[in-house]
Every structure is written in structure tokens, then in C-alpha cells.
């Protein structure tokens, strides 16, 4: 079976030791995303006490040499925490603490998209910005082949799956089931799952999210579902399309509102913003994926439910263009929109801003416009 | 898979024993360094009531000629209580007593550095020389292959393992969740774990412990993984170069400060000690492992973030000199300087006795003065 060794180490042997108390003692671990944009790493600290803010978490710092962010020269990097949440590996009152990664010189580390999102959302405040985002990710043994398929093959084609039960619809649930309690533990604000139309693929909704918080609580969710697939002992992938050919690929569709779309009249906001949109596909597509729109490239092909990449579209209820409206939104005329084109490793963070710039700020051409000159 | 059968016993079998109360009976489990300066021996002894400091335990004595201690002709050495903790394992009143080994005339045994490091340290109280120090093993299976590597061949290559999360990058965390709990539980001083470069590689931190508590809470810290490695199945390697070519060795970085360099201005402290380190670099490498710098010389190779074993060199967060001074500590200009050369498997009475004799004794030559 293609679980790692790791997952077959005697769990009633954990057990004991997880439960010994800890005195005072609490255990912080810190979180943060590497050089490859897409790759989260962590690393644990004691504290003296239990913090009850994130005030209270002091700096940190890392050998960036190590996870593709520095040189073995000049390799210390910060750690600054930016968001606390419940440890659900360890129970209270241990945390998990996601930072933001600073260089030697204190600038924002390359992949430190949260920052300057940050910035940006702090300008829209009184919008109100609201984001939900849809987390599509395959489940893989170790062997890197999807979780459950033959071992040297393919299951049947796409047709049953999707929202599926029963063994030969749905691969690996229990993990779907952990990471949902897991995040609800954590206090992530995790409101739905679905298997999805690939077997193996599974989603995951995180929202709705106000500002910041909307990648503050994504990555965090991500983090988790590493951690409980590591324990289960299977990979989870947020590769766009981790099987090539009649399969689905992976994405993390972008739901938006603002105050005004959600009030009586709000359509005409929705349109307004889909139609900046519409004008600013290229600067969108580079935001959506960690590569500048290549992994994209192998998802938006225009089939398996998708857009393609090299078009801008928009339609009520439809899930092969680039923004959906979903179609309670047209009897309403308010609410809020879809925007399917952010790949399953995109980075949230880069993502809403990308959105708040476009709608809200209404900016216009390739390149984002710098607020601090 | 290589996970030992003692591993296989029936867990709810033994903890249907495990909770049998005691009564007033407390049993004390002594341990010691043996022979080889590296490895571990323990021993479990019943005591009539829960001893509340290390005065009320008993000294004791053992067969040093079956722990590379002594002949068999005159075999009996003295175990002399040193350090208590709680523990883990069987859990309050239950102790862990870490003991000194004495020979037959009361002269310390060979491996037991802990008598001279603790007069040294003596020497020096009022400096409060604090010390932090970054144990770093390796878990193996059964086989001696490496816990989780593909059992005839290797993982793919070092990247994505350092801190890593997934099982595909990091192996065997339960052993380590375990790890840290239990040394909370007892009283070791652990500060932080984190997964290391290589794939099955971890690191602790223990600290920060002023003194002699270094040599006594890393000692203890390492028994009590020993122990949750052989729960698991599992078997902890401190040898500092367990796979040869593009894999890390492992270290036991070593962190130092006195009451000055932690002041306003202590920067100028930290230089003159790095300056007396650069001149004794010989004095050093010998201590910094136990088989005076071979075990050493197959891992501080100038790569693979370590220093050349031949070259004393130290610079402002440069992770391949021998010695770094962290960035934040250059800002600060005070703070503390990080030793990178002693070896995963040195014995902590060794490296931070060393550190106090060069930088607050001001020695120096080769040899260590005998005071």
C-alpha cells in the first residue's frame, strides 16, 4: 500500500505520550511559505505560558539556505507572526502560528505576498471586502500516483464521482473527514467539502472571509491538510492538473463581494467589476498561479469545466467561463461572483489583492500600481 | 518494515500494568554514560518514598566490565546521583536520576566528564555562562537504513525536507511529538524541535541552562529519546555522518553567553572570545566529538553547511563557518555567539566545559590547565 512508514508507527504509543501534561509549558509552531510560493514549512518553539494574542509571540528566525530563500552566506530570515490559531495536533493550549517571512534587511522575503496584500486591503477597509475560496486538491500515496487508483492504471472515466459515496466512488474520505474537524478545532473558517469530479479530488471552502483574513485562514487550512494527510500517511497535491488528458485538473475558484454588491442594486457593482475585469485577463492570469500563469496553462484549457487561459469570459451560471455568476445572484440582482480562474496553488494572498486592485481600486493595464510613491 | 518486535507487544496489555497503583513504593531508573563516551546504560531500583531532591537518593554501584567500563577482576564502579527528573515512562512519583560513574578508588571513570566540567563551571559561576545547544539524530529502522527511506535506494534529493510537513518530506514526527512531551513531563529544558535537511533528520534544542545543567538536561534529553525511539520501534543515531555523500551530517550547535555579552555593549565580549576560539581551534575540535575529532572529520567538510575541520573561521550569520554570530546579535551588538563544530554524538560536559576554560579562563595551547 502506498502509505508511508511514518503513518504505521504505533499510534497507542503516541497516544501516551501525547497525553503526559505539560506544566505551563506551551508548544508555538511556527508556519511560514518557502521560496517555491507554494511549499509551507514549520518549525516549534516552548513558550512560558499560553499566549492570548498575537502580540504576545515574539519574532523568530530561519536558515533560509535551507528552504530556496537565501544564500548559505547571508541565510538568517525572520519569522513574524501574523495569525494564531488552536493547535488541533497537539490541543490547547499549543498553537499554530502562521508568519510572514522577512529578509536580512527586513524586506518582505520574495514569496511574503501577505504584505503588500495587507496594505491593500487596509485601503478598502470601508468596502468590506468578502472572499470565500473553493480548495480543490488530489490526495496521492507515496508512490505519487492518485490515492486509490490502481496501481499501474486508471479508474473509470469521470461520470460518478463527483459528491460520490460508497468505495468505488470516494478515495480516501477519512482524510476529508480529520481535516474538516481539524479546522473547525483550529478555528478556521472552514464551511463546506465535496468530493469532486476526479477520483481522488476532494474540495474543500474556506470563507467567508473579510480582508486579509481570507489567506491568513487559506493557508492555514492547507497547512493542516498536509499535517493530517502526513499523519494518514498520503500526500495531498494542489497541482492544477496532476493527471493530464480526460481528468479534471485542480482549482481554487474565488468567490467576491463587496458591501455595496451585497445591498439592493448590487448587481450593477457585479457587472461594473467584471467588466475592469474583463480589460485586465493578462495581469489576472500572472496573479493566479505561482508560476506567472504556466500552471495554469495545463489547467485553463477551456475543457473539465474551465476557461481558457487565453480568453475572458463571463456568464450567469456558467462554469466554462472565466467569471460565473451564479445564478441566484441574477434573480437577486446582488450578492457576489465567481471568479474560477485562480489555480489549487495559487497564493491567496496575491489572489483577493489582485481582485481588490481591479474592482475596488479600479486599476487599469499590466502592472499594479505602487501606493507608497 | 523495520520497526522492532519489542514495538509489536500489545500496548493496551501493558497499560492494563501500568496503572496498577503503587502505594508508597517509588522506583528510581539510574542513568549513565558508559565506556564508549557515548552510549547510555540504565538501571531501575525501589525506593520506600519519593525522594524530593537528589540528596535522598542512595548512591549505588554497577559491573563496569559489561559497559566498557572495567576488568572483571575488579569490576564494581560507584553510580553517584547527579541530576533527578520525572519520569515519562512510568510516570509520577517515578524518577529518571542521571548518575556520575566513579571507579573502584572514587576517580571519576574515563567517560565521566561531568566531575571536571562541574569545577569549571564552578570557577566561573558569577559570569552565569548560559548555554543552548542543537541536538541533531537521525531515526533508523531496524536495519540501520534510515526510518522511511525506500528500503534498497534513497529519497529524492535535499530541498524540500528541512521544516518540511507531508509525508513525503518529513519521517517519523510522531517519534519527535513524543519526544517533546515527554521531556516537558520530566523537567528537561527543551526549547524547540524542528525537521532537519536531511529526510528522517530532526533536531531539539535544549536550553537555556546555566552551568553544569547543559551537560545534564542534554544527557537526559537523549536517554528519554533513546527511550521513545525504542517504544516505537525505531533507533536514534547521534553519529554526525550517518549516510556519506549529498547528505547532511548531524551536529549538536552549540549556543554560549555570559551575564556580559548579554549587557548593552556585550558584542565587544563575543569578539574576544571568537578571537581566543580562532587560536585554540586544535584544543576544540579534540573536545567536540569522542574520539577527539576523527568521528568529526568525516562530517565538517567545508559543505553541507559546516566549517572545514582543518580552518577556524566565524562571520555574521554565515551557517558554513565555525563559528556564527547571529544576525540579530550584530544589530543588538550583544547577545550570544553559536559554536557550530562540536559533533551530534559529543558529550555536552566536554564542548561547554571547553567554551568556559578558552573564553572566561582565557587559556590557552593545546592542553587544558590543571587546576
Known amino acids: 500500500m502506498a502509505t508511508s512508514s511514518s503513518s504505521k508507527l504505533n499510534k497507542a504509543v503516541k497516544q501516551q505520550y501525547m497525553s503526559l501534561p505539560q506544566g505551563d509549558k506551551v508548544q508555538a509552531m511556527y508556519i511560514w511559505i518557502d521560496g517555491s510560493g507554494e511549499g509551507l514549512r514549520c518549525k516549534t518553539r516552548t513558550l512560558d505560558s499560553e499566549p492570548k494574542t498575537i502580540e504576545e509571540l515574539p519574532e523568530w528566525n530561519f536558515d533560509g539556505s535551507s528552504t530556496y530563500q537565501s544564500e548559505g552566506s547571508n541565510s538568517d530570515m525572520f519569522l513574524i507572526p501574523v495569525a494564531m490559531f488552536r493547535d488541533p495536533f497537539r490541543q490547547d493550549p499549543n498553537k499554530l502560528v502562521l508568519c510572514e517571512v522577512l529578509k536580512y534587511n527586513r524586506k518582505p522575503a520574495e514569496t511574503n505576498l501577505r504584505q503588500t496584500c495587507n496594505k491593500i486591503m487596509s485601503m478598502v477597509e470601508n468596502n468590506h471586502p468578502w472572499f470565500g475560496m473553493e480548495q480543490e486538491y488530489t490526495l496521492l500515496g507515496t508512490d505519487g500516483h492518485p490515492f486509490g487508483w490502481p496501481s499501474n492504471g486508471f479508474p473509470g472515466p469521470q461520470g460518478p464521482y463527483y459528491c460520490g459515496v460508497g468505495a468505488d466512488k470516494a478515495y480516501g474520505r477519512d482524510v476529508v473527514e480529520a481535516h474538516y474537524r481539524a479546522c473547525l478545532y483550529a478555528g ?186
Not at 322 to 331: D, F, N, Y
Not at 338 to 352: F, G, K, L, M, Q
Request: charged residues 30%.
Open 188 to 373: 478556521v473558517q472552514i464551511c463546506g467539502t465535496n468530493a469532486e469530479v476526479m477520483p481522488a479530488q476532494w474540495e474543500f471552502q474556506v470563507g467567508p472571509c473579510e480582508g486579509i483574513n481570507m489567506g491568513d485562514h487559506l493557508w492555514i487550512a492547507r497547512f493542516i491538510l498536509h499535517r493530517v494527510c502526513e499523519d494518514f500517511g498520503v500526500v495531498v497535491s494542489f497541482d492544477p492538473k496532476p493527471i493530464s488528458g480526460n481528468w479534471n485538473g485542480a482549482g481554487c475558484h474565488t468567490n467576491f463581494s463587496t458591501k455595496e454588491m451585497r445591498e439592493d442594486g448590487g448587481l450593477k457593482v457585479i457587472e461594473d467589476a467584471i467588466d475592469r475585469l474583463s480589460k485586465r485577463h493578462q495581469y489576472h492570469i500572472r496573479a493566479y498561479d505561482p508560476k506567472g500563469g504556466l500552471d495554469n496553462a495545463r489547467r485553463l484549457t477551456g475543457r473539465h469545466e474551465t476557461s481558457s487561459i487565453d480568453e475572458f469570459s463571463a456568464g450567469v451560471a456558467n462554469r466554462g467561463a472565466s467569471i460565473r455568476i451564479p445564478r441566484t445572484v441574477g434573480k437577486d440582482m446582488k450578492g457576489y461572483f465567481e471568479d474560477r480562474r485562480p489555480s489549487a496553488n495559487c497564493d491567496p494572498y496575491i489572489v483577493t489583492e489582485a481582485l481588490v486592485r481591479t474592482c475596488l481600486l479600479k486599476e487599469e493595464g499590466e502592472e499594479p500600481r505602487d501606493y507608497t510613491k
